[in-house]
């Protein structure tokens, strides 16, 4: 009897097995030449050769990477507007008729948000899928350790939003970024906070910096509190685990040091976190003004995590919305009839960008060889959802010629940036108020607190 | 064919495969049709590392009963070590003054570097030293590779020995919890300890030969996986020969009756404690390993999901057999990687990324429900036994209704039958 | 801190007499014959308290090492270590500002009740079945994501009362079928090494439930509203110095505050924990639980099914921690994997409270919450303080199982 069970059960779980596995079967199929639009990975490690003897090289497919975070530990919200705005840029390159005449294929990878992970997805993106170019990729910890990959196989990555500054200072040929630098953003959030003082007449002695302990949070503070210094503003920074969920004893902290401001650099749950458990606690955005993450601009995501979020300024990374170009404005109605959402988030826009950027670089260079993609990178001047997008500092231009940081090296030198301010409750983002800089302002700043 | 010889025959020609498959890798320029990208290297490194962890794993857990979540901790312990090492230590043959200098014989220095401020490229004590103190043409040397593992190695070993005496007096769940604390401590202090380990964004390590090895590139994947696949072997035949001694019989008694096993006379202090020594070392070796062949170490590897991978490929493949543990780390390896493709049902798109996961926890349940001894073991058990697949099982059940007193003894028994039997070849 | 020395100083004295305590008593108290299970542990807290000036009469007189004598002892140790801490750092927060400390204190046992509730269940598992179970966070998790998608997106509107009673109906339908199909075989010998077993496969329940949910719903955090709004309310009028309301938050004396979907959570906890009271010590059902922790042979002769009880111990340590769940999602932002950090603090204090113990699984998460509390307030660096979090627990968790396996109320080992 139990001998028989056991075989029953046996054969139960080996069935799943096999179901599972029977899952990467058909895949064969769904890459086939029938349909060579965008595709997600395909793996097949084993047999198949880089398939380079090929007769037909003119109808074989372009291939391009893309790095998004698609699962846990990483981002997954951020991975997943990423995917959908590559997969539109990879249609729409198909639509028109593919690259060179040749049908382009985006293969999309996951990272998790791990470096161990990122190497590896790189690594098979350029020798297993054979990519020319690479796009996408959201966690600076990821980017800093596949660009070692990158660099040994030489094959170009655009970078669309790792914002750590050494990606690029170590300059290595391969490495663009149309994402801002860190040390930008910080420069920007502390004009802001002086302009509030000078401009506004805020009181403005003592600033509370709530970060996570990455490798995002912990330089991005660094660099406010260094910033901060500088314009004479004192400041204390509290620096969170990025799991945490229970802020009461930190907020307790934070009303103890009787600030004038607070900024959230703590990403994800942990911002909404923060803020509406400071809300409750009488020092949230509408008590004390405060500069909420960039994620509280998923204004759905927001004011379910935040309903108490309002007065939140929010720092913003592109143009404001009635300011979009052309190919902005039409990415938007595509992405909004794909996703449901009225705007479209910053690296979701320099995702797609990035693959626009990797097509554009190969037929100006006419090639598909790497090094050929580098050359027509650098002296590209592509007009992309950003705006016009060059690489000023490079190989023929280097920092040192140029007489700048060596940060710059292959960066894209204008990603606006501007500080919006949600002044309605349940506001969408992209009907939020933009305070800051002055030529992009629509609207005054409510500073709250103010006796 | 008597089945002991046929396993050990199958086992001899999978190593000899494992030990040609470079051959036919893109970078020797494959062996007729096949050609394996490095890719399929990198999959493979990375299945032998696994492999060594869940086989480890499974003499830890399996043989000698101590269900330790702490198996990560151990490999990050060697991969830290090694890497921090890397970061810190230089020997130059001039003393900096500046950095914490300890001489050493034959006019080298031991130079310490110091720890930078977070975040910024701050010269190291080193760069301003060389500008500043350093006469001219001194050399300065970085520690060798094999060195920092090695030094990874005896961390991890000693770390074994300390928790290993900790936890003497704890079994079952207050094992498995003190093991999750001492991890989950480990990863706060690494997360939190920015300018030492770097925190979330990774320590980086040298790669594993520096400056290439026998005309193979620093970057070439097939020294990697020689080392790799050395290591792996090198465990499963220390393993084997511990699991066939009498430590390997000592612990077993230990597992199934502590008090009859002392009562015998077994030093149950020293082979406990020994055992966990021995699983440690090779975590801490392949996290070393790994570490400097990927080139990044993150505090991430020690959240709990890194180790029920590692616990559900050991379970998957066969718990108290360090083959079946490691072929099933392996068969996983490959297949979680395969399973990343999504699936279209008619209209209904399924997003494997995700779903594969939640196939891999039921597999994992049903596994431990109805086939305690993995999916492998019974079809290596019916295989060589041609359908008489349940005579261990009956062993088990007679063996608990025996007395304590005969505990050791029978398994001793048990011993002899399993020497003969093909899952626990030797 | 401005004189870290007198406080590093204090720690190695503590460290050094609890050690040689630890080490020595036993010994002394073998030599006279004397019982020393607690020996051990009563000798290092009494070494940590006084010093020489406690070890020297102890090993002298030996008296019985008593329950008393180990409390009175751990709280010299709680003492000293707090004044020295006082003297080490007199500017710090929590030794200058009393309301602050007292809104920490608030905060500490506030949470601490909610994080007693969830132990409650595990412990409750842990006294019929013997099994730690490794999917309690995911119950918790479950609990609170029903309470969300009930109340924000299937039924807008609906009373939180009957999302939190549907969370409670989910969480107790699904351990029950699991402990059905996966741990009911335990009972009959047909699986070898139980206890192993049942840590690996409700192991194996956590990774399917997480993935699942997570498969299911997205990566994006929900939150449930505040259940229950405060009226806005000044006491008394216009000054409010003595309780002043708002919806968001209660403010008494002017120095402590309580956030409302904190409050409204420790509240519904300890509603819960009275019908939970109740239904152990009034009900037949109940009082057969109790039976069947403390002697399983004789419960079975009184005519108690064993494993209907142990059926019914598994769901409802599952309810609990859902209920936990539906009460916090309230509170913090819910995402498939809050269960895990949740689970982690449950086993601290289970083992704490000692493994089994009802009364000691609340007792812990009253200590946890309070500890965390404490830890996050008074480290004077801001930058580790809150980075540090996650280990507090687990300090305490490897410290109790060390020191003291037994915890503060269990039985022994």
């Known amino acids: 009897m139990k001998m028989r069970r056991r075989l029953i059960w046996t054969a139960a779980a080996l069935l799943i097995l096999v179901l599972a596995l029977a899952g990467c079967a058909p895949q064969a199929e769904t890459v086939g030449e029938a349909e060579p639009a965008a595709e997600e990975a395909a793996p097949e490690p084993t047999e198949e050769p880089m398939a380079e003897e090929s007769d037909d090289m003119e109808m074989e497919p372009i291939k391009i990477g893309a790095l998004a975070p698609l699962s846990a530990p990483g981002a997954v919200v951020g991975g997943e507007a990423m995917r959908e705005a590559m997969l539109i840029a990879a249609d729409e390159l198909n639509a028109r008729g593919g690259i060179m005449g040749r049908p382009v294929e985006l293969i999309i990878v996951d990272t998790e948000g791990l470096p161990e992970r990122g190497t590896a997805v790189v690594e098979r993106l350029i020798n297993q899928d054979g990519v020319v170019g690479i796009g996408g990729g959201y966690h600076s910890s990821v980017g800093v350790a596949a660009k070692e990959v990158a660099r040994d196989n030489g094959v170009p990555i655009v970078f669309a939003e790792t914002w750590n500054d050494t990606i690029t200072s170590v300059q290595y040929d391969e490495i663009f970024r149309i994402a801002p630098l860190s040390s930008e953003v910080s420069t920007v959030d502390v004009k802001f906070i002086q302009w509030l003082r000078d401009e506004n007449g805020m009181k403005l002695d003592k600033v509370v910096i709530l970060t996570e302990n990455t490798d995002y949070g912990i330089p991005a503070a660094e660099n406010t509190t260094a910033l901060l210094d500088e314009a004479g503003i004192a400041s204390v920074t509290f620096s969170v685990d990025i799991g945490t969920q229970d802020f009461a004893g930190i907020i307790e902290r934070v009303k103890a040091e009787s600030p004038d401001m607070i900024v959230t650099l703590a990403t994800g749950e942990a911002s909404y976190n923060f803020t509406q458990q400071a809300a409750d606690a009488g020092i949230g955005p ?28 929010v720092r913003r990374i592109g143009l404001p919305q009635q300011l979009y170009n052309d190919v902005a404005q039409a990415l938007v109605a595509e992405y909004s009839a794909r996703t449901g959402k009225d705007d479209i988030e910053s690296y979701a826009m320099a995702s797609y960008d990035s693959i626009m950027l990797i097509a554009q670089a190969i037929e100006d260079s006419g090639s598909t060889d790497p090094s050929d993609i580098i050359d027509a990178l650098e002296n590209i001047n592509h007009m992309g959802a950003l705006g016009p997008i060059t690489f000023p500092i490079n190989r023929s231009n280097t920092p040192d010629q140029a007489g700048v940081d060596p940060k710059w090296w292959h960066q894209f030198p204008d990603p606006a940036i501007t500080i919006v301010q949600y002044q309605v409750e349940g506001q969408d983002a992209t009907e939020t108020t933009v305070v800051y800089p002055d030529v992009y302002q629509t609207g005054a700043p409510i500073v709250v607190g103010q006796e | 064919m008597n089945p002991a010889a046929l396993y050990r025959v199958s086992g001899s020609i999978a190593v000899v495969i494992l030990v040609l498959l470079p051959l036919a890798s893109s970078e020797m320029g494959g062996v007729g049709p096949l050609v394996l990208n490095s890719y399929f290297m990198h999959l493979a490194i990375t299945a032998f590392f696994y492999a060594i962890l869940a086989s480890s794993w499974s003499l830890l857990a399996g043989y000698a009963g101590q269900f330790s979540f702490g198996h990560m901790a151990f490999m990050a312990i060697g991969g830290y070590t090694s890497g921090l090492i890397g970061k810190f230590i230089r020997f130059t043959t001039a003393p900096s003054e500046l950095c914490t200098d300890i001489p050493l014989p034959g006019n080298w220095w031991l130079v310490i570097l110091n720890i930078r401020r977070v975040g910024t490229i701050d010269e190291s004590c080193l760069d301003m030293a060389k500008a500043e103190t350093l006469p001219a043409g001194t050399l300065i040397v970085f520690p060798p590779v094999w060195a920092s593992i090695a030094m990874g190695l005896a961390m991890g070993a000693v770390f074994g020995l300390l928790v290993g005496w900790l936890v003497l007096r704890l079994r079952s769940t207050y094992l498995a919890l003190f093991t999750i604390g001492f991890s989950e401590i480990l990863r706060a202090s690494i997360s939190a300890e920015i300018p030492i380990t770097e925190g979330q964004s990774g320590l980086e390590l040298v790669p594993l030969f520096p400056a290439g090895i026998l005309g193979f590139s620093s970057t070439s994947k097939i020294p990697p996986y020689y080392a790799m696949l050395f290591l792996f072997l090198f465990a499963m035949a220390l393993m084997t020969w511990l699991a066939g001694s009498r430590f390997g019989l000592f612990v077993r008694a230990i597992r199934e009756d502590e008090e009859a096993a002392a009562a015998l006379g077994v030093n149950i202090v020293r082979y406990k404690v020994l055992v966990f020594v021995v699983t440690s070392t090779l975590a801490a070796a392949a996290g070393a390993l790994q570490g400097h062949y990927i080139g990044i170490i993150t505090p991430n590897t020690l959240i709990i999901l890194q180790m029920s991978l590692v616990i559900a490929m050991a379970v998957i493949g066969g718990l108290e057999n360090i083959y079946t543990a490691s072929v099933g780390a392996i068969i996983i390896t490959f297949v979680l990687e395969l399973l990343r493709t999504n699936i279209e049902i008619g209209p209904l798109l399924i997003d494997m990324t995700l779903w594969r996961l939640v196939f891999f926890g039921l597999l994992l349940m049903l596994t431990l429900r109805f086939q305690r001894n993995g999916l492998l073991f019974p079809i290596l058990e019916r295989i060589s036994r041609g359908g008489v697949a349940e005579e261990t099982v009956s062993i088990r059940v007679e063996e608990e209704e025996l007395d304590e007193e005969e505990a050791v003894a029978d398994i001793e028994a048990e011993e002899e039958e399993r020497a003969a039997s093909p899952g626990n070849a030797k | 801190m401005e004189n870290a020395a007198i406080f590093g100083w204090a720690l190695l004295w503590i460290l050094f007499w609890g050690a040689l305590g630890g080490v020595v008593t036993p010994r002394i108290y073998a030599r006279k014959d004397l019982e020393i299970s607690q020996a051990s542990f009563g000798g290092a807290v009494i070494g940590a308290a006084l010093g020489p000036f406690s070890l020297v009469p102890l090993w002298l007189a030996t008296p019985k090492i008593t329950s008393r004598l180990i409390g009175i002892s751990i709280a010299l140790v709680v003492g000293i270590f707090i004044a020295a801490f006082a003297l080490a750092d007199p500017d710090n927060l929590c030794v200058a500002n009393g309301g602050f400390v007292v809104s920490q204190l608030a905060n500490g046992i506030v949470i601490g009740i909610i994080y007693g509730l969830m132990a409650l269940g595990l412990t409750l598992i842990f006294s019929i079945l013997g099994v730690v179970s490794f999917a309690h966070g995911e119950f918790y998790m479950i609990g609170g994501m029903v309470t969300y998608f009930m109340t924000a997106q299937w039924i807008p509107g609906v009373s939180p009362i009957v999302a939190i009673l549907a969370s409670c109906v989910v969480t107790f339908a699904i351990g029950y079928v699991f402990e059905l199909i996966f741990l009911r075989p335990m009972g009959s010998g047909e699986i070898e090494r139980p206890t192993e077993y049942a840590i690996l496969v409700t192991f194996g329940l956590a990774f399917f439930l997480q993935y699942f949910t997570q498969a299911l719903t997205s990566a994006v955090p929900v939150k449930a509203q505040r259940f229950f709004p405060f009226p806005r309310v000044e006491i008394p009028a216009e000054s409010g110095a003595l309780l002043t309301t708002t919806p968001g938050n209660v403010t008494i004396f002017d120095a402590i ?80 994997q809050v269960g895990i950090p949740a689970a982690a603090r449950s086993f601290v204090i289970i083992v704490l409270g000692g493994m089994g113990s009802l009364p000691g699984a609340f007792l812990g998460g009253l200590i946890v919450g309070l500890v965390e509390a404490a830890g996050t307030g008074c480290i004077p660096d801001a930058t580790r303080a809150a980075a540090y979090i996650p280990a507090y627990g687990m300090v305490i968790l490897t410290l109790v199982l060390l020191l003291k396996p037994t915890g503060l109320f269990g039985r022994e080992l």
């Open chain 1, 286 to 313: 509408q008590d004390v003004p405060t500069m909420c993450n960039q994620v509280s601009l998923v204004s759905d995501a927001f004011w379910t995590n935040v309903p108490d979020g309002n007065h939140c300024f």
């Open chain 3, 257 to 336: 505050s309580v956030p409302n979907p904190r409050f409204t959570a420790a509240v519904l906890a300890l509603m819960m924990l009275a019908a939970l009271l109740w239904f152990l010590y009034r009900t037949w059902v109940g009082k057969a639980l109790r039976a069947v922790s403390q002697d399983r042979q004789a419960a079975a002769v009184t005519g108690i099914n064993p494993n209907s009880m142990n059926t019914l111990a598994f769901s409802m340590g599952a309810m609990l921690a859902g209920l936990s769940g539906a009460s916090l999602v309230q509170v913090f932002s819910w995402l498939p």
